[in-house]
């Protein structure tokens, strides 16, 4: 007779990626299974920085702090970190038997990709959510793909080629968050995939609105609505060299921030508060679409916050007439946790032994298996 099983449940594998990206707005916490190369979002959590937190990191991102501080910083981001994964494990009701592992990005404070002594520094430690979850945990994603010579950045163009690609349609993938990035796939040959930072994506505009009105960001962007964009000042930011550099290419905080808006504005006195804002979000706008391929068509599709701020898509979208538009939600997932599920995919990948950088992408010498493993 045959064995009557009890348990009718299908053991799914799973995976919690946590990431917290250059906007230093708090931690995403997904928990991510990957069956016949279908991703689904089982659970989702989001955990805010405190105040005190975020203005530390601010400090840190801008090379201000003492040994000590950092120290007590990634003690802190590992509390915080472990803490992220419990809740979306506990909220999940899933076992954590069917939980291979966590990916986690941790905090980037300072990347300086390029020079001798080259590094990329992500706080929050590993050996805390270890500890804290029982549950396998991969961290420090980007120092291999930085020891192999390539910039460790940025990482999500993999996941993209792996989750959005198409056989039928040349697409780009526009991820907007502190920093903006995109993923170029073209249809007829994924081997071509390609990728980099652009620079600011909402960097710029938070730190200018955090300086101005005390809020982190321009709710849907209606204060720079109510500005006009200054050209001189634009054609001024637009010289940066950061926006004709060669890819490979990779950026954070320690460049593009509020000491930059500064350094441009002692050049043009006088323009409004509202009008740097308007400004700024005119120039993400432009950077990115400056920088998409020059495909004759084609979709864009775009994730991470950026997305919800209706000035900078509507401009964005001005800027590009030749793409079609949409958000990641038209791929199937929502463009708020993709680089959240990305991190998930990467500590599978990790966990399989298959590599998890783009080469054409970092500029590294080849593909690598990246990341530490902690043991639960
Ligand atoms: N409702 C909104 N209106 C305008 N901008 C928003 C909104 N929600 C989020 N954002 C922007 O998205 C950013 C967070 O995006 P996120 O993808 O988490 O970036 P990162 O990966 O850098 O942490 C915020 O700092 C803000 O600039
Ligand atoms: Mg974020």
Redesign the pocket.
Known sequence: MPAVATDMTTHIKTYVGL???????GI?AALVSFVQGALTLHALRTLPYPPDLRARLERLSQNQGTPDEIGEVDHQLGHLFGEAASQVIESSGIPLTDIVAIGSHGQTVRHQPKGISRFSMQLGDPNMIAERTGITTIADFRRRDMAAGGEGAPLVPAFHRAFFGSLTEDRCIINI???ANITWLPHKDPEQASGFDTGPG?AL??AWCHDQTGR??????RWASKGQVDEALLADMLTDGYFTAPVPKSTGKEKFNLSWIRTMLARHPGTSAVDVQRTLLELSAQTIAQQLPTASEGKLYIC???V??LALMDTLAAACPQYDIESTQALGLDPQWV?AAAFAWLAKQTVEASSGNLPKVTGARGKRILGALYQP
Request: net charge negative; glycine share 26%; no cysteine.
């Open positions: 990431m917290s990206g250059t906007s230093m707005d995403d968050g502190g920093i909402n505009m938070d982190h960001f321009d709710e849907e962007g991470g916050g950026g919800n701020n680089e």
